[in-house]
């Protein structure tokens, strides 16, 4: 049976392996943000519960690396530790606003689609986007503000893709994204 573990266990799970303090701030804040904008659009208690546990969850590969392999290496963990495969695809589908299977490879990456599909997937992989740091804290930031700071690094399809899911998401929630703090 694969699992679905409460929050406590997601913690634990963070603290075993040795996630750094400032990964599991950020991990407690882009869950918080996520169900946010997860209860705007729906009431599905099982779609929040994903929600709230991938986001809990989604960097603990940043246990090992914080290059773009901490995706597969935080799935690869959670898949040793029989969680639930619907968590464990949220987590590796989290960078930025998704990765084709092709650029997956150009970087050094199994040839997986990385490109998030399911709601839950799409609502943990932007609220994440939307959580940055500032002063060493999580913070809040807007759409232009994250679109902007992909552009300053060559990364426009990435900052194309994210500037539509926000787009998406926030005609599900009936309200701009940004708003949501
Ligand atoms: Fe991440």
Redesign the pocket.
Known sequence: MSKIPSVEICLSYLAEENCPNKVIDHCMAVETLALKIAMRITQDEGILTLVSRAALL??IG?SQTHGPE??IIGADILRKRGLDERIILIVER??GAGILASEARDIGLPYRNMIPETLAEKIVAHA?NLITEKNQAPARWTLALVAARERSKGHEKQAARIEILHRELSELASIDLDEIR
């Open positions: 989604h960097d940043r901490h995706a989290h960078l994440d």
